[in-house]
Every structure is written in structure tokens, then in C-alpha cells.
């Protein structure tokens, strides 16, 4: 069963840097077609896909915040990291990390998980 | 960028058909997934590379996807079915969601 669980600082002040980890289970960061990538979603608002890692590191980003953001894998934890410079409010969401197959399933995202609420405020 | 632009909302009865779509330049060259997004928990794809359905997923979703405009179908809508609905794309580069519709069951 393929779980992924996000987890970092749900508080940051303006400017600061976020940094948000994806921990996953099921299914391992090496395996050939496996990406995963970060979503999020303003409160009441639509979802945006920011940035993707796939099994061999190949990053992609979101054109609006490639500079803002990094994607990188750990592999020895499980783990997927993203940072976010440069914080402001309207980057209030809550983000997810979701799994995703090329292969099986066409670069769409299977399995995502339960979302972490990060909130920009002084 | 690439974008794709849904209707807001769509409002369908009980056991009727809900119809939803998502257009996109030339978006019928692309593989299209849906997912369904309840109050307060995370998206679910209820459809992938046009029309296929994951497993648990029930027969009542349907896609299709061709010139400029996928479409999302539910057939004999039920009140579980009221939620938030995407699409999703993605190219070589970069991957986009659609604004989304709000399905209400009347």
C-alpha cells in the first residue's frame, strides 16, 4: 500500500524559507517511472502543482515559482524535500505531496497525501 | 503557460447525468486525468489518460477527451458524488491543473 505523509513548520513569517517533507512508504524513490510532486491549494481556491522529482532526479517546476523552489530526494530516509524561498502571505495552503507512475498511469498523481496547512503571517 | 479552464459550477438531480469539462489548446493531444476533491480531505483520480478508471473507482465515471475539450461524465449521479472536480494535464515540462467545478446534487 502506497502511503505519503507531509510534515514541516505550519507557521512561517514573510520572507523566511519553507521547507516541507514527504515521507512515503509502498514504493521506493528508485523505481523506474516513479516521480513525486508537490501540490497545493490556496483556502478555497483551486490546486497548483509546484514541483515534481522523478526516480532518476530529473526536477521539474512551476513556471511562476521556479526560482522560489527546490526539489530533492533522500533515499535513504524515504523522504522527499521542498523548499520555498522567500515566503509571503499568499502563499498560504494547505500542500500535498502526491505519488505518481509514467508508466502505469500517465504522469498523473494515484495516490496523494493528507495535505499539511502552512500559514504566513508576522 | 498552458492552461485549462473549467465552468465554475454545474448543478445536476439525483440519478441524472453530470456532464463536466475542461478545454485547453489542442487538449485532445494530451492525456487528461480527473480527480474529486470532498470538503476538507485530499483529491481522489477518479480518471486517468482520458477514460480509464482506477481500481475501486465506480462505473458511473466516465472520460473522454478530444479536440479542444475533455469531458468528465457521471451517469446516475448520486449526493456522494457532490465535490470539487479537476482536471490535470502535463508535457514534457510542466504539469497544470484545471480551475476546477463544484458539482452540486440537487
Known amino acids: 500500500q502506497i502511503t505519503l505523509k507531509e510534515s514541516g513548520l505550519t507557521l512561517v513569517k514573510p520572507t523566511q524559507t519553507l521547507t516541507l517533507t514527504c515521507s512515503v512508504s509502498g514504493f521506493s524513490l528508485r523505481m523506474s517511472g516513479v516521480g513525486v510532486g508537490w501540490i497545493r491549494q490556496p483556502p478555497g481556491k483551486a490546486l497548483e502543482w509546484l514541483a515534481l522529482?522523478?526516480?532518476?532526479?530529473?526536477?521539474r517546476y512551476s513556471p511562476s515559482l521556479k526560482g522560489r523552489l527546490t526539489i530533492t530526494k533522500d533515499l535513504s530516509k524515504n523522504q522527499v524535500v521542498l523548499t520555498m524561498t522567500n515566503m509571503d502571505p499568499v502563499d498560504t495552503a494547505t500542500y500535498f505531496c502526491?505519488?505518481?507512475?509514467?508508466?502505469?498511469?500517465?504522469?498523473?498523481?494515484?495516490?496523494w497525501g493528507q495535505g499539511t496547512m502552512v500559514t504566513v503571517s508576522s | 503557460s498552458y492552461e485549462l479552464t473549467q465552468a465554475p459550477s454545474v448543478s445536476v438531480s439525483p440519478g441524472q447525468t453530470a456532464t463536466i469539462s475542461c478545454s485547453g489548446d489542442?487538449?485532445?493531444?494530451?492525456?487528461v486525468s480527473w480527480y474529486q476533491q470532498k470538503p476538507g480531505q485530499s483529491p481522489v483520480l477518479v480518471i486517468y489518460?482520458?477514460?480509464k478508471r482506477p481500481a475501486g473507482i465506480p462505473g458511473r465515471f466516465s472520460g473522454s477527451n478530444s479536440g479542444n475539450t475533455a469531458t468528465l461524465t457521471i451517469s446516475g449521479t448520486q449526493a456522494m458524488d457532490e465535490a470539487d472536480y479537476y482536471c490535470q494535464t502535463w508535457d514534457s515540462t510542466t504539469y497544470v491543473f484545471g480551475s476546477g467545478t463544484k458539482v452540486t446534487v440537487l
Open positions: 522529482i522523478y526516480y532518476n532526479d530529473d526536477q
Open positions: 502526491a505519488h505518481m507512475e509514467t508508466g502505469t498511469t500517465g504522469n498523473c498523481f494515484d495516490v
Open positions: 489518460q482520458d477514460m
Open positions: 489542442k487538449l485532445g493531444d494530451k492525456y
